[in-house]
């Protein structure tokens, strides 16, 4: 009897233990699923292209400017006296002349500044993810805009300029300021605007785009080169011609989502990669609930992004052809590259994981 009674005991432990263990699997299904912020899609990640060159090292021979004074430089540019701006993640608008000097020359402060481009007028425009976008110039800061259509711009990306004063810009994200979080829904929230200075007017180009990332102009400006990170591709939008207004596919199926996009003195694009997912990890984006999973639980992003884990650069023809491509295959000597701007005849490379600029001479390359 007392055998009989120790194993009526034991089936009701092992019972409530279950409904326990039970419990807690359905409470914590229903925290990830509660508190999720994304609502997600699948997202297909690109085949190996015969388009794609093959893996070099080339990034590895990249000289550091600038080492230990830059913040995660993410895009650079060069005024027409030849100062390199640049914008860090501490809040600085920091500039390179031509003798050699760094100089901080404006503090704007916050963390969000990234995409920059030089105006006609003197002074340079700024992307702020807070604030929208800005000028700024020898008599200071001012906003350009940071409203379309009623509401708020919140992730201002990449701009540029063109000859007669318009401004086009890259909103990367309506919904996120995480870029990741973008990328597990894998639902197309970014933009393409534009704005009218004589008119102070913004207006959206284009909507629904998969986190809406660089701009370029064509030489003759007469189409914008839009990048796309998630879907790696980009996008030629027509400003001139029959075709104006229309969009159609500059480049796809790229070995990395396209950052930023930059015009070659040639009329060719660099277009730097970054690498979306860890090899191994590719199936995350296969599933709903590990989306999810990911998403109530940042800390494990660093496991699946794998943008801090190698750098590539592309230089695509004007009729979308890669030309060539340049990398550092492990992130040995930079890595997480998000811009690559050629100027006198040098490779100038923003990073949003480095404390430098990285400058690649592409005559020995």
């Known amino acids: 009897m007392a055998g009989n009674n120790a194993f009526g005991n034991l089936n009701i432990c092992m019972r409530t233990s279950s409904t326990v263990i039970l419990a807690c699997i359905l409470a914590s299904a ?4 509660l508190f999720s ?11 190996p292209s015969s388009a794609a060159l093959l893996t070099n090292k080339k990034l590895q021979e990249v000289a550091k400017i600038g080492e230990g004074l830059l913040d995660k430089p993410e895009d650079v ?13 501490d809040g600085w608008i920091k500039r390179l002349h031509r003798n050699g000097s760094w100089e901080d020359w404006r503090l704007i402060g916050g963390g969000s ?9 003197g002074g ?95 030489q003759d400006e007469d189409f914008l080169v839009v990048c796309e990170t998630w879907k790696f591709r980009c ?17 796809d199926n790229l070995p990395g989502g396209p950052d930023n996009v930059n015009l070659a003195p040639d009329g060719s694009f660099w277009i730097a990669l970054i690498k979306v997912t860890s090899d191994g990890f590719e199936f995350v984006h296969t599933s709903k609930a ?10 494990l992003f660093q496991l699946v992004k794998g943008s801090h884990k190698k750098a590539s650069v ?48 592409l005559k020995a390359a």
């Open 30 to 33: 229903l925290q990830i699923f």
């Open 314 to 361: 592309v230089k695509v023809a004007a009729d979308g052809k890669i030309i060539d491509k340049f990398d550092d295959p492990n992130g040995k000597v930079i890595s997480f590259v998000t811009s690559a701007l050629e100027f006198e005849d040098y490779l100038y490379l923003g990073s949003l994981n480095t404390n430098f600029i990285g400058i690649l001479p």
């Open 235 to 251: 996008l030629k939008y027509w400003l001139e011609g029959e075709r104006k207004g229309r969009t159609e596919t500059f480049i």
């Open 113 to 121: 500044l990234i995409g920059v481009t030089p105006t006609r007028t």
């Open 124 to 218: 340079i425009i700024v992307c702020d993810i807070e604030k929208g976008l800005l000028k700024v110039g020898e008599d200071g800061v001012s906003i350009l805009t940071s409203h379309v259509n009623g509401s708020k711009i919140k992730f201002a990306n990449d701009v540029i300029e063109a000859a007669d004063g318009s401004v086009y810009f890259s909103v990367a994200s309506t919904e996120f300021v995480n870029w990741y979080l973008d990328v597990l829904e894998a639902k197309p929230h970014g933009q393409l605007l534009k704005y009218d200075p004589l008119l102070n007017e913004t207006s959206i180009l284009l909507d629904n785009l998969a986190f809406a990332n660089g701009v370029a102009l064509s």
């Open 37 to 47: 912020p994304i609502s997600p899609d699948l997202l297909q990640l690109p085949q």
């Open 290 to 299: 590990l989306k999810h999973l990911l998403a109530t639980f940042p800390k």
């Open 77 to 89: 540019c060069f005024d027409g006296e030849g100062i390199l701006y640049t914008a860090t993640r």
